[in-house]
């Protein structure tokens, strides 16, 4: 089964500190995105990448960053966390442009 | 831009019945897939169901299936023979058929299911 895990379920940090959240998959997949969600807006991509060292902007790309180093790992940066950034996070991945994304269990931020 | 629409925010339904979410979505594109996930309470999200644009049948995957219509752009998901299980947050999303932008996808911003026991 494709696995995708995620650094923390549950983050508390304080404004204006740099936040890393981690996610890695097992099943070697090209692509990997990061959303967040919030009540009543679904999901919303924040970046995603399509290969290594590879990265385009979502939707909502503003007051972060990526890093995808190697291709299991994706990284979302907050440089700067703010408090409008408190959210649930949730990284996926997939293995091509057709195929379903397989979702980590999602990081908590609280940013406070 | 692709837009998905889900029009209920909150659902519910009885054990053992069938319930319907409603999906709708906007696109100038001819290829292109839907899907439907979950999202139990506190739990990973996971793949439902998928449909291929260019196939007219409709999938099916045990006790879920969907009415796809594409001229109206319609994509609602049945769950049949309800379980307390199937409480969760359900959205339907979006995928262009080209390989280009690593297959990203629209979602909705979701239903939530109760299920009565």
């Known amino acids: 089964d494709v696995k995708v895990t995620q650094s923390s379920r549950y983050l508390v940090k304080r404004t204006g500190e740099k936040v890393f959240l981690e996610c890695v998959q097992d099943?070697?997949?090209?692509?990997m995105f990061w959303y967040r969600q919030d009540p009543g807006l679904g999901l919303r991509l924040i970046y995603f990448?399509?290969?290594?060292?590879?990265?385009e902007k979502g939707d909502i790309p503003e007051g972060y960053s990526v890093s995808r180093e190697k291709k299991e790992r994706f990284s979302l940066i907050l440089e700067s966390a703010s408090t409008n950034q408190t959210s649930m996070y949730l990284c996926?991945?997939?293995?091509?442009?057709?195929?379903?994304?397989?979702f980590g269990p999602g990081t908590r931020l609280t940013v406070t | 831009a692709q837009t998905v629409t889900q029009s209920q925010p909150e659902m519910s339904v009885q054990e053992a019945e069938t319930v319907t979410l409603s999906c709708t979505y906007d696109?100038?594109?001819?290829?292109?897939?839907l899907f439907w996930y979950k999202q139990p309470p506190s739990r990973q999200m996971i793949l439902v169901i998928r449909?291929?644009?260019?196939?007219?049948q409709n999938a099916t995957e045990n006790r879920f299936s969907v009415n796809f219509q594409k001229a109206a752009k319609s994509f609602s998901l049945k769950i049949s023979d309800s379980q307390l299980g199937d409480a969760a947050m359900y959205f339907c999303?979006?995928?262009?058929?080209?390989?280009?932008?690593?297959?990203?996808?629209?979602f909705g911003d979701g239903t939530t299911l109760t299920v009565k026991p």
């Open positions: 996926a991945s997939s293995q091509a442009a057709v195929y379903e994304q397989y």
């Open positions: 099943m070697d997949h090209e692509n």
């Open positions: 990448s399509y290969d290594v060292k590879m990265k």
């Open positions: 696109t100038s594109e001819s290829d292109y897939y």
């Open positions: 449909q291929e644009a260019y196939k007219q």
């Open positions: 999303a979006y995928r262009r058929g080209e390989d280009t932008n690593a297959g990203k996808s629209t």
